[in-house]
């Protein structure tokens, strides 16, 4: 052996070395010539991914919890908790403050109002406010408003009672 240059293989060791590298091509595969194993795993079948093909990146979480909860139903009462909370908005701030949504109940949103005036005044703006209502919230489902004023006080009292205006010894 030389120093500094490289050693000179002998014929048997050339063809022991030249017969590996040729097992190697037919066990692991010829870049130009595959084996029947490396050809199947080579087609794609569908369905099948890849770790770099198309939809294998990370979702925003934006758009995984728009996806669950469409996937889930729960869009309308999601947005009809919305609608309900941004009340304010919808019928304006003087408005909100005389007046609060008080459930909805099959596309009936019901309003509670302060006052009987206040009531009447939101009935004459029902229009505007579905209206704002569909165009802000589509999926909240809601088709009608009911404008309740303050209850007068009940003076039925039990499973039982006697029709009229009140108690029988106060109103005499």
Avoid: N
Avoid at 21 to 50: H, I, L, W, Y
Avoid at 87 to 100: L, Q, V, Y
Avoid at 105 to 126: F, H, I, N, P, Y
Wanted: contains cysteine; aromatic residues 6%; charged residues 25%.
């Amino acid at each position: 052996m030389r120093h500094g240059g490289a050693r000179r293989m002998s014929a048997d060791e050339e063809s022991e070395s030249r017969l590996v590298f040729e097992r190697f091509r037919r066990v692991f595969g010829d870049g130009q010539s595959r084996s029947s194993d490396a050809r199947k795993r080579a087609t794609k079948e569908p369905g099948s991914s890849s770790a770099f093909g198309a939809g294998r990146d990370a979702h925003g979480l934006g758009d995984v919890l728009d996806s669950l909860t469409s996937r889930m139903g729960w869009d309308s009462p999601l947005a009809q908790s919305e609608m309900m909370a941004s009340w304010a908005e919808i019928a304006g701030e003087e408005t909100a403050e005389h007046s609060h949504p008080a459930g909805i109940e099959e596309g009936t949103l019901t309003v509670k109002c302060d006052s009987t005036a206040w009531a009447t005044q939101l009935r004459l703006m029902r229009v505007q406010i579905l209206t704002h209502i569909a165009v802000r919230y589509p999926d909240a489902g809601i088709v009608t408003i009911r404008f309740e004023g303050p209850g007068a006080p009940s003076w039925k009292r039990g499973p039982k009672s006697v029709p009229g205006r009140g108690p029988r010894d106060t109103y005499g």
